[in-house]
């Protein structure tokens, strides 16, 4: 009898455990929502970012955490200053066949129980740097989305399915980027093919 009574406490103790202690868990993929860019630096006409040309950066907290937003120019590290209680979670690239799409796959967020809702916000930026801060220093089209909140999976032995973000993003847009800018060379060039033409002008 003290055996089987041993045998519960401790099954007991493990699920307190296991209850206490698991954490939220989300698919981090968009299937309705798309990242749209400008076309280019001086063009602002909108194009979902094509496959391979971006990434998108997860931030996420509790539910209901204070949220200050985010200044236009900022790095994740004031962002995150500017909002305790956030962290950053991973990074995905534009890696699905239709544009404007990412799927970083089944994810944990630390420090949010299982089943519990989470607030989240992506980042986003175009090339190939490998975080938003060196995008943006880069001179990358970045953007930040609005705030948006899900549940979470992970409850239970088995734990319950991750749930899926798709359904509650609702897209973003990135903008900026540096102006493609001629070099001198360049303006050279054009000042004497003008004065060319007007020689010619002349002689007429």
């Known amino acids: 009898m003290k055996k089987y009574l041993s045998i519960l406490a401790v099954a007991a103790m493990a699920a ?95 420090g949010v129980a299982a089943g519990a809702n989470a607030d989240y916000v992506l980042f986003g930026w175009t090339g190939a740097a490998a975080t938003y801060d060196a995008g943006l220093a880069g001179g990358a089209m970045t953007g930040v989305s609005s705030k948006f909140t899900t549940g979470t999976g992970g409850v239970g032995q088995p734990p319950t399915p991750a749930i899926s973000l798709a359904g509650s993003f609702g897209g973003m847009t990135l903008t900026g980027g540096t102006p493609v800018v001629p070099e001198p060379s360049t303006f050279a060039l054009a000042g004497l093919g003008a004065a060319a033409l007007l020689i010619f002008r002349r002689r007429k």
Do not use: E, H, R
């Open 16 to 110: 307190y455990a296991t209850s206490a202690f698991a954490q939220g868990t989300v698919v981090f993929a968009n299937n309705t929502g798309v990242v749209q860019q400008w076309t280019s630096a001086t063009d602002q006409t909108l194009i979902a970012v094509p496959k391979g040309q971006g990434f998108v950066q997860l931030a996420f907290a509790p539910a209901n955490t204070a949220y200050a937003g985010y200044t236009a120019g900022n790095t994740t590290a004031q962002w995150l200053t500017a909002n305790p209680g956030w962290a950053l979670g991973p990074i995905s690239a534009f890696n699905t066949p239709a544009a404007g799409k990412f799927n970083g796959g089944g994810q944990t967020l630390t």
